[in-house]
């Protein structure tokens, strides 16, 4: 039984020095990939060729490679974290490619994700997004109740537990042509305003997040549901409509007050 024929491929890669600079594509060709190896793999082989040749080898995130973390995020072909569906870029394997195919590779395209380097974009609006709300104050010194000692409907537990399932990769914003960061913070604000332990500061903390949100230069949802298609967690557009009513109710109590 012979062996499997490997891929021989034509890499169109973004290369760009830093944020100041302006970036272009460049060509490589790799040979006899494994259909086995996964496409950060790919790129490790590539990374491999290009130091033997004395040249700099091409920056991309990566850390779990599970499919956890969220941070190998590439744009490939015209789809974020590439063909595949609800999987990240390290989830994705060489047999999604053909022998001969040209693989474009380019990085998160956003006013608010700046390249810091070829593949490599901060993400750090996203952290201070998180850091306006994104989570309960709660008071652990010696005064920590049971997690089972508040009932909660197990439909509700359900959807928020979908919800809190969001890595925070960025596919959404990648994915929309207005560059919104709708469906992360919707999830991040779904995952407490569905739990009990999040209403006390529900209404401070939508107000908050969508504040900063708007403020780091996120557009607005542009309401063609792509970031939830290319989402490799599947996460629901019901969360944007959850966190607009939860806008508006917190935007009319503060009136009120």
Known sequence: MSAQKGLNLTLKVWRQKNDKENGQMETYQVSDISTDSSF????????EQLIAEGKDPVAFDHDCREGICGSCSMY?????????REITTCQLHMREFEDGQTIYI???RAKAFPVIKDLVV???AFDRVMAAGGFVSVNT???????????IPKADADKAFDAA???GCGACVASCKNASAMLFVSAKVSQFALLPQGQVEAAERVQNMVKVMDEEGFGNCSNTGACEVECPKGISLENIARMNREYLSASVSSQDS
Not at 40 to 47: P, V
Not at 143 to 150: F, H, L, V
């Open 106 to 108: 380019e990085p998160w």
């Open 165 to 167: 399932t969001c890595i």
């Open 76 to 84: 490939i072909n015209g789809e974020a974290h590439g063909p595949g």
């Open 141 to 151: 010194s010696g005064n920590t109740q049971d997690a089972n000692s508040i009932p």
């Open 122 to 124: 901060d993400r750090s």
């Open 40 to 47: 950060l793999e790919m790129m490790d082989i590539l990374n």
